[in-house]
T-cell receptor, first 116, second 112 residues
Framework: GAVVSQHPSWVICKSGTSVKIECRSL??????MFWYRQFPKQSLMLMAT?????????EQGVEKDKFLINHASLTLSTLTVTSAHPEDSSFYIC????????????FGSGTRLTVV | GENVEQHPSTLSVQEGDSAVIKCTYS??????FPWYKQELGKRPQLIID?????GEKKDQRIAVTLNKTAKHFSLHITETQPEDSAVYFC???????????FGKGTMLLVSP
């Protein structure tokens, strides 16, 4: 089945530094990837939609300069949290549609970010 | 945009009982309604989905019903087992490459 690989699974960084999270579709081409943030005991909140070869579309309230998204190929999308602060600590997870015409979305394994 | 409401937020049942989680959506154009199960610290896993041209779908102990007129859909789990304990999310969206809007989740606890 469709697999989305996400790395790292967890990361601890100091305030002010940047962190890059990668999502790869291993056995399919993902024209579009979605990035979500999930706070403890809360739902998945869409941050942005990442389209291969074009600029990402950000949801209202999400700072595009802070959360940089790059989708340079059909199998790789990255999310960079720039100048991270403790309030950015969260579970970040990506998802992609398995194949053209299908309805199912496949999620990455998620990244637990802790900013100290 | 789409708005999805999910109830209840927590649900405790005894092993063997049935569990029902309900969701409503606002956008009548939505035509795809998946349900995800998320265990602590893990990725959401699709457990069942339904499209707007179907009223009910069943897969072993899990079933989903959809009422497009009322804009609500429900997840039914029968003969619950402790391993069913997790957070369940409903979602609604459009076919194609649209995004999914998620409900706030239901924490299901099945006691042995």
């Amino acid at each position: 089945g469709a697999v989305v690989s996400q790395h790292p699974s967890w990361v601890i960084c100091k305030s002010g530094t940047s962190v890059k999270i990668e999502c790869r579709s291993l056995d399919f081409q993902a024209t579009t990837m979605f990035w979500y943030r999930q706070f403890p005991k809360q739902s998945l909140m869409l941050m942005a939609t990442s389209n291969e070869g074009s600029k990402a579309t950000y949801e209202q309230g999400v700072e595009k300069d802070k959360f940089l998204i790059n989708h340079a190929s059909l199998t790789l999308s990255t999310l960079t949290v720039t100048s991270a602060h403790p309030e950015d600590s969260s579970f970040y997870i990506c998802s992609a549609r398995a194949q053209r015409g299908s309805y199912g979305y496949t999620f990455g394994s998620g990244t637990r970010l802790t900013v100290v | 945009g789409e708005n999805v409401e999910q109830h209840p937020s927590t649900l405790s049942v005894q092993e063997g009982d049935s569990a029902v989680i309900k969701c409503t959506y606002s956008d009548s154009a939505s035509n795809y309604f998946p349900w995800y199960k998320q265990e602590l610290g893990k990725r959401p896993q699709l457990i069942i989905d339904i499209r707007s041209n179907v009223g009910e779908k069943k897969d072993q102990r899990i079933a989903v019903t959809l009422n497009k007129t009322a804009k609500h859909f429900s997840l039914h789990i029968t003969e619950t087992q402790p391993e069913d304990s997790a957070v369940y999310f409903c979602a609604a969206g459009l076919s194609g490459y649209s995004t999914l809007t998620f409900g706030k989740g239901t924490m299901l606890l099945v006691s042995p």
